[in-house]
């Protein structure tokens, strides 16, 4: 037997069961991983929290919970090359990862994908990047970010916002994020420079000195407003949650414009140092509840995990 989240009811953090399954076992193509850490998204709970986002992501219930995953390899089905029994790996499972065991086919989709996991990264650290990586990465590409450049980063303190920023600065870019005052000295320790998030963003900036060059934002339209108003070309802008039509004709993007090849380079920043994941808080499996109610709270400054 083995434990997994199992959710019955859409619903709040309540929802959520902790219980004991049949154990799975890993088939053609395919591997398991004993599960180490869980790192939670907003998509993870909106995802048991409103049907009709259930619905676009074929997800029904009952069912699993979680996505981004670290652990370790106990199992190769047949026909697998490229993982053994042992290999540390990390990567998603679309509403499955929180759970003892997962199954996982070593062909990558948009639902799962494994990738190896370098000495040097802790699993809590692995299960915190992959979608907040590969959105980090997608939306800091789509503005073609560059040496010399000043980003406006909106939505900078949170767990896509942390992991921008500095992917902004490993490109050569300065960055301004935008945050609550609270968060200020946060941001600095990033290397960012904060300004406060609110009506009048654009003057608060112009007053600044700054002049931005392209913009990302990760928290609604805000930011992106902000940047059109300050004459930033839409070229130059990014959205990743503003909906299909993102003001102005600046341009949507995600984690899916990204390929989980592409955080190796995170990886490798991790382990030299120039780039940090923040872990804002951990909780063993059986206290799922307190976890997803401190992620969806929205008040918290970097990734919260989930440990098996």
Known sequence: MARAVVVERFGGPEVLEVREI?????????????????GLNPMDWQ??????????????LPAGFGTDLAGVVD????SVEGFAVGD?????????????HVVVS???????????????????????????GLTAIAAIAAIGTRPGDTVLVGGAAGGVGVLAVQVAR?????????????????????????????PGLADRVRESGVVVTAATDLFGTEAAE???????PTARISTIAAGPTPPGGVRATGGFDAAPADLHRLTAAIID???????????????IQDAVALQASGHVHGKVVVTL
């Open 22 to 38: 049949s154990e799975p076992h890993a088939g053609l193509g395919e591997v398991r991983v004993r599960v180490r850490a869980v």
């Open 47 to 60: 995802l048991t929290a409103s049907r009709d986002v259930a619905a676009r992501f074929g997800v029904t």
């Open 75 to 78: 199992e190769v089905g047949a």
């Open 88 to 100: 540390r790996v990390y990567g998603g499972a679309l509403g499955r990862a929180a759970s003892d």
């Open 106 to 132: 070593v062909a990558p989709s948009p639902l799962s994908w494994l990738g190896p996991l370098p000495d040097g990264v802790s699993d809590a650290v692995a299960a915190a990047l992959p979608t907040p």
């Open 170 to 198: 490993l490109a050569g870019a300065r960055v301004v994020g935008t945050c609550s005052p609270g968060t200020f000295d946060f941001l600095r320790r990033l290397g960012a420079t904060p300004v406060a998030h609110g």
């Open 226 to 232: 902000a940047a059109l108003a300050l004459g930033v």
């Open 273 to 287: 140092g120039r780039l940090t994941v923040p872990v804002a808080a951990t909780f063993p499996l059986e206290r």
